[in-house]
């Protein structure tokens, strides 16, 4: 199993600003992954990312949008570009070892 | 379009009441399919992990089955902490990334 730290666990963003998000596994991982989840709907994929690679984004998501980092084999960070309310969702990170295990998530909120 | 359902969406039981929720998938050449459980606030939390059909796992309340078509959860005298939301996810093809399915919302009244 692996332990996931993912913060901020929550954030109240002005529009058009920008929010990073980071995620720590207690362990070193090839794959980890990024969701978003809306209110009372289930996970939907952002994108990939594995350490050494540039991320892969699923349909719907692009990189200027949603930028993300993979520097090392335990760690990743998910940026959040130029905020609008349709971004308020919570957004969580996941480490893939076999079996996939999820960070806490980021309640973010954009005003 | 590799696809997941499951059913129902919200279940509502007395304690010791068991039932049980299903997870319909169409996907090509399945990897896995896994079990979730989340909590409001959090982050799901593993649950199972089933590979072939025929292929059966247990953990205290819950099993869950698999068939070359849907997984069932079962859920045997159910307690009201087991109220949560139960997720699937399939792997499937040469891909390692989870579909997941829209869950059902479980609710376990005393």
């Known amino acids: 199993s692996a332990v996931i730290s993912q913060k901020p666990s929550r954030d109240i963003c002005q529009r058009g600003t920008s929010l990073t998000i980071q995620c720590q596994v207690d362990s070193q991982v090839t794959m980890m992954f990024w969701y978003r989840q809306q209110p009372g709907q289930s996970l939907t994929l952002i994108a990939t990312?594995?350490?050494?690679?540039?991320?892969?984004?699923e349909s719907g998501f692009v990189i200027d949008k949603f930028p993300i980092s993979r520097p090392n084999l335990t760690f990743s960070t998910l940026t959040v570009s130029n905020m609008s309310p349709e971004d308020s969702s919570i957004y969580l990170c996941s480490a893939q070892t076999g079996e996939a295990f999820f960070g806490q998530g980021t309640r973010l909120t954009v005003v | 379009e590799d696809q997941v359902t499951q059913s129902p969406e919200a279940l509502r039981l007395q304690e010791g009441e068991s039932s049980s929720l299903n997870c319909s998938y169409t996907?090509?050449?399945?990897?896995?399919l896994f079990w979730y459980r989340q909590d409001p606030g959090k982050g799901p939390e593993f649950l199972f992990t089933?590979?072939?059909a025929g292929e059966e796992k247990e953990k205290e309340r819950l099993k869950a089955t698999l068939t070359k078509k849907e997984s069932f959860l079962h859920i045997t005298a159910p307690k009201p902490e087991d109220s949560a939301t139960y997720l699937c996810a399939v792997q499937a093809g040469n891909t390692d990334k989870l579909i997941f399915g829209t869950g059902t919302r479980l609710q376990v009244f005393p």
């Open positions: 990312a594995n350490q050494g690679s540039e991320a892969t984004y």
């Open positions: 089933l590979y072939s």
């Open positions: 996907v090509s050449g399945l990897r896995g």
